[in-house]
């Protein structure tokens, strides 16, 4: 009865990057190898290698953001690739148009990858049933459900920092009910073999049983870093107070904000993460985010090497990813 | 066509819940009402026979909910192709909702859609009136207008009444005379900008959930007024375990509370949804393994009285968008008779109990005079071959109203006539007829 995976094709290759949800944990270490051969890239003169030159791709965002759609073109143009920006929510959609019609537009246009950002949960997969089967689907972001590429840069930076994933204790910081970031990044730890996965939350911005995502719950911060060997503190948006989830910014940095004095609780090596960007007060204090435990910046330049493996792994040209060491 | 004078149907099992009949008999039919079962009356003569043998013969069916989109979205569905499919799925009573355009809060929209069913239908359409104006929720509609023009329940349709004071008002009023108030039980505030059940597949799809509690505390304010006003009150389309306990124990404390359940409620869970598979965004939200046993539970013990579609035909490209972004609903008149037979196959309820569901039991709820037969009554007759297995396809669905997540589904079981009034308004190309 189970359907198959959507997100690989029939050799069992990569063939959308929707979510790390039923993807196994060769996968996951596939795609950090790869991205660990492309980390030379950006320090060469020349800062291209030609595996996607001649690709189109379109970076579709329906939301906002800086961060990841600039990450997702400088990926795209080391790999040579062209690349086609569009900010839909400034566009065809408000004149009406679905989203299965801009679909079809652009595929019209021979665009062999797509990007996509949306606020629907699901819009991804969406994109990925109904694309063309020659187009590759990367999910940059869809509501509430899924941020891969997010969390796979996060788990680059950890095994960067920390070697193997078996014998880390992880703690998740903050709105893991409404984070993207947070599911993705508790799937690919376990996946991974990390030993215990916390989060760290008051009731109102966690899941109503939390333990199904496969992690410890703990309502005290102090309580819930003592011996972390990793913190990652999620943004927190400003309307979760309008929501009536939290009283205020000051009740929650009380609570739950990052300071030097709650972090030595954590293992004394323990690095601190953030997907950014920051409120500065309200997550954690100036001190910590610019500290000595911060790998907050560390996580954007890994950023494009994990994307550009994601996308010469799911247009099929990992072999030669490899070859570019 | 037909001459709706005289027919025989001969050699089926009939079934009639109602009257306790099960037994294989004959019927007799002339101007459009049954005459007699068993002997045929003295000098009858049949202009029509129906054999029936090895098949089940059971009432018309009844089902309490089914949007034709007419008036005012004849662009998607019209009251003549929603009850040709009604035909062919052995359904000859249909109970329209509200939430039409315009609103069914005048006598004028029942007169029109009325005259309209009478020029098309291919089965008898029940207008239900909406309890307040333009069902906003603030001025009680003209009820009693309403009812005499032919509605024969009121209810808010999919907004529940979000102010206690007019909900009360509302079923003092329709207590008074004697209406029937259909409530749909929600929380809108606890329901808030939810698209599933709030559990683990809305936590691992990020798919901000609906809690039970917007059903069950939208249940216990419903029952303290019912109790208060001593309105009769229908509770429709039932999601979730604790508000059929509820109910429960408030018939046992005989309160004049009754309760349907959607069809496909008690066959899909959450689990559907899986990769997000928008057929399944529904309203109420399919709900946990437990909620399904629940309502599966009270169904067989009679708390819930009777299964309706719900049917929703939606246009062609209404559930093509990410999941959050599409219509709710699914189109159901197809589905009713054979999900409803399928709990029989699953030892949920037996042949009778689960005819009794979609028949007489829907009526009852109304205190409508069909889903039965016995002499004098109005000649609405299903007849289906159970040993027929078949598939549901896309296909052969109509263009519109293909919005269903069970295609694909072995059903056994399949309409070969329906008789509305006496008429012959379906037969299968395979059934046998002379």
Redesign the interface.
């Known amino acids: 009865m189970s ?1 198959p995976n ?1 997100q690989l094709d029939s050799h069992g290759r990569l063939k959308h990057f929707l979510t790390i ?1 039923s993807l196994k944990r060769e996968m996951l270490t596939e795609i950090l190898d790869t991205a660990e051969s492309f980390t030379g890239v950006s320090e060469r003169v020349v800062k291209k290698v030609p595996l996607l030159r001649g690709k189109t791709i379109c970076n579709l965002f329906f939301e906002n953001s800086t961060r990841t759609r600039t990450t997702f073109e400088v990926a795209a143009k080391r790999l040579s690739a062209d690349v086609l920006n569009l900010n839909v929510s400034t566009s065809s959609t408000t004149k009406g148009e ?3 019609d801009t679909l079809r537009n652009l595929e019209a246009m021979h665009v062999d990858m797509f990007v996509i950002r ?1 606020s ?4 991804a ?2 994109f990925a049933t ?1 694309a063309a089967p020659h187009i590759s689907v990367i999910n940059a972001g ?5 941020h891969p590429t997010q969390a796979m840069l996060d788990m680059f930076t950890i095994r960067r920092h920390k070697g193997e994933f078996t014998g880390l204790r992880v703690a998740i910081v903050g709105d893991v009910l409404h984070s ?1 970031v947070a ?1 993705s990044q508790i799937l690919a730890l376990n996946t991974l073999g990390t030993s215990e996965v916390r989060v760290i939350a008051p009731r109102t911005l966690l ?4 333990r ?2 496969g992690v410890h719950i703990f309502h005290d911060l102090e309580e819930g870093i003592r011996d972390v060997d990793v913190v990652i503190m999620l943004r927190l948006q400003k309307e979760r107070m309008t929501g009536a989830l939290l009283p205020s910014e000051h009740e929650y940095f009380q609570l739950y904000g990052l300071t030097e004095k709650r972090l030595k609780a954590a293992k004394p090596d323990a690095i601190v993460m953030h997907p950014g960007p920051i409120n500065r007060g309200v997550e954690m204090d100036s001190q910590v985010a610019d500290g000595p435990r911060s790998v907050i910046l560390q996580q954007v330049s890994f950023g494009i090497a994990v994307r550009m493996a994601v996308m010469s792994m799911t247009m099929g040209t990992q072999a030669q990813g490899a070859a570019a060491r | 066509m037909n001459s709706p004078n005289s027919t025989q149907i001969l050699g089926g099992r009939l079934i009639d819940p109602a009257n306790g009949i099960d037994r294989v008999t004959d019927i007799f039919i002339h101007n459009g009402k049954i005459v007699a079962i068993g002997e045929p009356p003295e000098g009858f003569t049949a202009h029509h026979t129906i054999d029936a043998g090895g098949q089940i013969v059971c009432p018309g069916l009844v089902d309490l909910s089914a949007r034709m989109r007419e008036p005012g979205e004849e662009h998607i569905t019209t009251i003549a192709s929603e009850t040709a499919l009604a035909a062919r799925s052995g359904i000859t009573t249909l109970c329209c909702p509200p939430d039409t355009d315009p609103v069914i809060d005048t006598p004028a929209v029942v007169t029109l859609l009325l005259r309209r069913a009478k020029r098309s239908a291919r089965a008898r359409l029940l207008p239900i009136g909406a309890m307040t104006q333009q069902l906003a929720g603030e001025y009680l509609s003209e009820m009693v207008a309403l009812k005499r023009a032919g509605c024969v329940a009121m209810s808010n349709g999919y907004a529940p009444l979000a102010n206690t004071l007019v909900e009360r008002r509302a079923l003092e009023y329709a207590a008074t005379f004697g209406i029937t108030a259909i409530l749909r039980p929600e929380d809108r505030h606890l329901r808030n900008n939810g ?1 599933a059940h ?3 597949v ?8 609906i ?1 039970e509690a917007a059903e069950s505390v939208a249940v216990a304010r419903d029952l303290a007024l019912a109790e208060h006003t001593g309105c009769r009150i229908h509770f429709h389309l039932l999601s979730s375990g604790t508000a059929a306990r509820m109910i429960e124990q408030a018939q046992q404390q005989r309160l004049q509370v009754s309760a349907n359940v959607a069809a496909h409620q008690l066959h899909l869970t959450e689990m559907d949804i ?3 598979d928008s057929n399944c965004h529904l309203n109420p939200p399919l709900r946990s393994l437990a909620d399904r046993e629940a309502l599966r539970n009270a169904l067989a013990k009679g708390v819930i009285g009777a299964i309706c579609s719900d049917h929703q035909p939606l246009k062609a ?1 209404a559930k ?6 599409t219509a709710t609903g699914m189109a159901g008149l197809q589905t009713l008779l054979p999900l409803t037979l399928k709990l029989v196959d699953e030892g949920v309820l037996g042949l009778s109990e689960a005819i009794a569901r979609i028949t007489c039991g829907p009526a009852d709820i109304l205190g409508l005079p069909y889903g039965r037969l016995q002499p004098g009554s109005s000649a609405d007759i299903c007849i289906f071959d159970p040993h027929r297995h078949w598939v549901l396809k896309r296909e052969a669905m109509p263009s519109s109203g293909r919005n269903t997540p069970f295609i694909g589904w072995e059903f056994q079981g399949q309409v070969t006539h329906t008789l509305f009034e006496g008429r012959s308004v379906f037969q299968s190309d395979t059934s046998t007829h002379s």
Do not use: C, M, N
Not at chain 1, 207 to 210: E, T, V
């Open positions: 359907k959507i949800d679905t989203l299965l949306h629907d949960s699901g819009a997969h969406f109904h869809d509501g509430q459900h899924a993207r599911r899941p109503p049983d939390p199904t995502l | 698209y709030e559990g683990p809305s936590a691992r799809l990020g798919l901000p959930g809690p899986e990769d997000f490209d093509e968008a990410p999941f959050p972004s």
